[in-house]
């Protein structure tokens, strides 16, 4: 993370609630669901939550490596395809779940494979939010999302500088 990006701490309890918050969101937008396709590994979390909210059974995983240091997104590389059956009708009634849109990358890839899938991020920066069809909160491009996920316990400095603790 450069010095001009923002950061943006997600609790357990913060991320829990966000994703509840997306699955109300998506039971409106159609009563059942085929199955999810998650995009490992930052959707392995908001899919087990909105399968259990939703009554979905069918999870399938769709694996792609990107951040390949933490710090910069690197050239993207499928190491697991969706399963044939669920890439029929090209994705018709599937339901692609994501942690976040950022670049956009990940999410262009995605939404080739499976064009009339229904596509879901708890959080999305500008450059990936036209690739989403269904996300809860928009983050600026320059800000760093922290899941609780790669978070341990420590002293978190005050935002402003000097601010006295």
Same mark, same amino acid.
């Given at each position: 993370?450069? @010095? !001009?990006?923002?950061?943006?701490?997600? &609790?357990?309890?913060?991320?829990? =609630?966000? @994703? =509840?918050? #997306?699955?109300?969101?998506?039971? /409106?937008?159609?009563?059942?669901?085929? !199955?999810?396709?998650?995009?490992? =590994?930052?959707?392995?979390? %908001? !899919? @087990?939550?909105?399968? =259990?909210?939703?009554?979905?059974?069918?999870?399938? +995983?769709?694996?792609?490596?990107?951040?390949?240091?933490? @710090?910069?997104? /690197?050239?993207?590389?499928?190491?697991?395809?969706? &399963?044939?059956?669920?890439?029929?009708?090209? /994705?018709?009634?599937?339901?692609?779940?994501?942690?976040?849109?950022?670049?956009?990358? +990940?999410? &262009?890839?995605?939404?080739?494979?499976?064009?009339?899938?229904?596509?879901?991020?708890?959080?999305?920066? %500008?450059? /990936?939010? &036209?690739?989403?069809?269904?996300?809860?909160?928009?983050?600026?491009?320059?800000?760093?999302?922290?899941?609780?996920?790669?978070?341990? #316990?420590?002293?978190?400095?005050?935002?402003?500088?000097?601010?006295?603790?």
């Amino acid at each position: 993370m450069s @010095a !001009a990006e923002k950061s943006f701490p997600v &609790s357990w309890e913060q991320f829990h =609630r966000d @994703a =509840r918050a #997306l699955a109300w969101r998506l039971a /409106g937008v159609r009563p059942e669901w085929k !199955a999810i396709v998650c995009i490992t =590994r930052g959707g392995l979390v %908001p !899919a @087990a939550i909105i399968s =259990r909210e939703l009554g979905i059974r069918l999870i399938e +995983t769709v694996c792609i490596a990107s951040y390949h240091d933490y @710090a910069e997104q /690197g050239e993207l590389m499928v190491l697991k395809e969706i &399963s044939p059956e669920l890439v029929e009708e090209d /994705g018709e009634g599937i339901l692609i779940v994501d942690d976040l849109t950022d670049t956009g990358k +990940t999410a &262009s890839l995605v939404r080739a494979m499976l064009p009339k899938a229904h596509f879901a991020t708890v959080y999305a920066k %500008p450059k /990936g939010r &036209s690739l989403v069809d269904t996300f809860i909160t928009e983050v600026s491009q320059d800000t760093w999302i922290y899941f609780p996920w790669d978070l341990g #316990l420590t002293f978190q400095a005050p935002i402003g500088k000097g601010t006295a603790g």
